[in-house]
């Protein structure tokens, strides 16, 4: 790898300050590089780390839901706070560069992008607007509820609202995984805005006539509400 220009190659995303594939990650990168520089974008110090590093530098986004919109939203923002020369961006999701993309990723240089001179990211796109969605959903996805099952449930979530048209568009619903929101014992918890409304989503079939009578025919649910007096 000794042909690749840069004086640092800094691989950022989420999660990478622990744990075991961050860990694995982290030899893989030694074994390639003789140096494994990583940043955990759920902390702080990012922009500093960014600041800190010699150039020429390479900066590897391995945010998994990172496309090139997301791509050039970073590389802007590097070069607005005058951190952009001789700077360089590639994005790629953790499981190609991890299992055998890695050093054809870091030597193909066609693919990173500088973040000096970059070209305006359009100011209507989606990330400048406050989006049209009448309600948000918060699916506890906490230490408790994702116990409970509350992973698989958000997979049926998100899947049953885009199928029936009412996924993060206009008039639909915006749904967020939360951390915990206390009542673990009632959960999986999911709360409703703007209305306020608690339910406990316990299983596959709650998770659908969540969808199907609330969300997209508008109707009272009390059955699944924990905030109902005599509910829980
Ligand atoms: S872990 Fe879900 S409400 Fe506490």
């Not at 699916?139 to 994702?146: E, H, K, S, V």
Request: glycine share 10%; net charge negative; proline share 7%.
């Amino acid at each position: 790898m000794s042909h690749v220009p840069y004086a640092r190659i800094l691989f950022i995303g989420p999660g990478l300050g622990r744990g075991a594939s961050a860990e694995r990650l982290q030899q893989r990168i030694t074994a390639l590089l003789g140096e494994a520089h990583l940043h955990d974008t759920e902390q702080d110090g990012f922009w500093q780390a960014i600041a800190a590093a010699p150039r020429p530098l390479l900066v590897v986004d391995l945010e998994p839901r990172a496309d090139a919109a997301h791509r050039d939203w970073l590389r802007e923002r590097i070069a607005e706070r005058g951190d952009g020369a001789g700077v360089f961006v590639v994005c790629a999701a953790l499981e190609d560069a991890w299992l055998d993309g890695l050093a054809a990723l870091l030597e193909r240089c066609e693919a990173h992008l500088p973040c000096s001179d970059v070209p305006p990211v359009p100011a209507h796109h989606a990330w400048s607007q406050i989006p049209p969605h009448a309600q948000r959903l918060l699916l506890c996805n906490g230490p408790r509820c994702t116990r409970k099952g509350a992973l698989g449930l958000w997979k049926t979530l998100r899947q049953r609202l885009k199928a029936a048209g009412k996924l993060e568009c206009e008039g639909g619903v915006h749904i967020t995984r939360s951390q915990c929101q206390f009542p673990c014992d009632l959960g999986p918890t999911a709360s409703l805005y703007p209305q306020g409304e608690w339910y406990g989503i316990r299983d596959e079939a709650a998770v659908i006539r969540l969808v199907d009578e609330r969300l997209v025919a508008g109707r009272a649910l009390p059955e699944l509400r924990i905030d109902e007096p005599g509910n829980n």
